[in-house]
């Protein structure tokens, strides 16, 4: 399983952007994706995570700002983020496994992540 995360940029905020984690290999559409992100200087931090059957899991500090959604058809999963803020600053990645976790070490797959930059 390959994965590729794309759409990261330079926002201000209070915008709105899309990231996407598109999905090679045979079994990808077996696999949950989690997105986590990186900011300098901290822990890779779990962000939300979709099943195969397309059940989500939010982390609870997103405070609801972030939607995860799926294509299975097109092997795409996307994370919808609003109200952008600074401290949303980090490298996003993509990651799948093929069971609920919130641990960064229990992904085997990575994609190679993408930078969001929020200005204030």
């Known amino acids: 399983v390959q994965l590729q995360a794309y759409g990261g940029g330079l926002v201000q905020a209070g915008d709105s952007l899309r990231l996407s984690c598109v999905g090679s290999g045979r079994t990808f559409s077996t696999y949950g994706v989690a997105w986590f992100r990186q900011a300098p200087g901290k822990e890779r931090e779990f962000v939300v995570r979709i099943g195969s059957g397309g059940t989500t899991y939010n982390s609870d500090s997103m405070e609801g700002r972030f939607t995860v959604s799926r294509d299975s058809a097109k092997n795409m999963v996307y994370l919808q983020m609003n109200s952008l803020k600074p401290e949303d600053t980090a490298v996003y990645y993509c990651?799948?496994?093929?069971?609920?976790?919130?641990?960064?070490?229990?992904?085997?797959?990575w994609g190679q992540g993408t930078l969001v930059t929020v200005s204030s």
């Open positions: 990651a799948a496994n093929a069971y609920y976790s919130r641990s960064y070490e229990a992904y085997p797959y």
